[in-house]
């Protein structure tokens, strides 16, 4: 009688076709519109930033992989979105050694040595800007571009709308330009340029299912709220909030970084309470700290919270009785 050998493993036993190079190959795709914008307004150079801090972030996980006798698995591409998403953070005119340098912390430092892909507890991206703007302010903050072409060839020293506001009292949102900021021509990061492009991008994430609606559209929502209530003219008292959604890395943080699987919470309202979050950080730093940005360090700190909103918003089990 032929005997049929049976499996047993711990739960889930369910399976999917899905895998993580499936998921981190649709982020790709849905990064493709900004990476485009990205490389027509900063050129030859934001091309290369990009191409630096991918290449760096592979080789960094498979030197690290090798070097402690780990399975090597760069074909999972999420290398490869490291490296993406760090180059979207950094500001065009930085030294070619920034992204290289920025892509090893983030491949072996925040991500290999704490475990590796889904046991990080940071966004390694994100931990990589955090980490480059402490050691390197100048090189982080030089916003220089040429007001043609936006290529840093015979460039002029530019600035953000964010640090015009911050330093220039007499500038209000309402000098901006609303269609720059959706499409372009406005300095900043690599991949902050087009809002219209990473909305485009988180669009399709969400029609495909790759990420949950409720981070992206409560971390806007609330920072809507947030800027309208701690207003910069005074409380209640937020005037431009369009501005205040479309200028900065809003877009690319609610729908790229903060919706990451490992560093994200995974329950519903444990989502919705680390959207909210992250949030009203970015409205705190951004309005009263000295730093005219607060995407990434919102994320980094709710971060920091997701094992407890995990614990604390797990769904109670069906048929378990309430302890007495």
């Not at 030197?63 to 760069?74: D, H, M, N, P, W």
């Not at 209000?172 to 990061?189: H, I, N, R």
């Not at 929502?221 to 005074?234: D, E, T």
């Amino acid at each position: 009688m032929e005997h049929q050998m049976l499996t047993i493993s711990s739960p889930p036993h369910i399976t999917g076709n899905d895998t993580t190079k499936k998921r981190m190959r649709d982020v790709l795709i849905a990064l493709a519109p900004a990476f485009l914008f990205g490389v027509y307004y900063y050129g030859f150079r934001g091309l290369m930033i990009t191409v630096l801090a991918i290449v760096a972030a592979v080789a960094a996980e498979a030197l690290y992989q090798r070097a402690v006798g780990k399975k090597v698995t760069i074909n999972d591409l999420s290398a490869v979105l490291t490296g993406l998403l760090l180059a979207f953070n950094l500001p065009p005119a930085v030294p070619f050694w920034i992204p290289v340098l920025g892509s090893f912390f983030a491949i072996i430092v925040v991500k290999q040595l704490f475990g590796g892909l889904g046991q990080n507890f940071i966004n390694p991206a994100l931990g990589a800007r955090a980490f480059l703007l402490a050691s390197f302010p100048v090189h982080m903050t030089n916003w220089t571009f040429s007001e043609a072409s936006y290529q840093i060839v015979d460039g002029v020293a530019g600035a953000t709308y964010l640090n015009i506001i911050k330093r220039v009292p007499e500038f209000t949102p309402e000098q901006s330009d609303y269609m720059a900021l959706l499409f372009g021509k406005v300095g900043g990061c690599i991949g902050e340029v087009s809002a219209a492009a990473l909305i485009a991008g988180g669009a399709y994430l969400l029609v495909r299912r790759v990420i949950n609606w409720r981070i992206p559209v409560f971390y806007i929502g609330s920072f809507a709220v947030c800027a309208f209530v701690f207003g910069r003219q005074g409380f209640f008292a937020g005037e431009f909030i369009l501005f205040e959604v479309l200028a900065g890395g809003l877009m690319l943080g609610a729908f790229f970084m903060a919706t990451d699987y490992a560093t994200s919470p995974i329950t519903p309202n444990g989502k919705i309470i680390f959207a909210i979050g992250c949030g009203f950080l970015a409205v705190m730093i951004r309005f009263y700290s000295g730093y005219p940005e607060g995407i990434c360090y919102s994320i980094l700190i709710m971060n920091i919270f997701v094992p407890f909103l995990d614990k604390y918003t797990r769904p109670r089990i069906y048929g378990r009785r309430k302890k007495a």
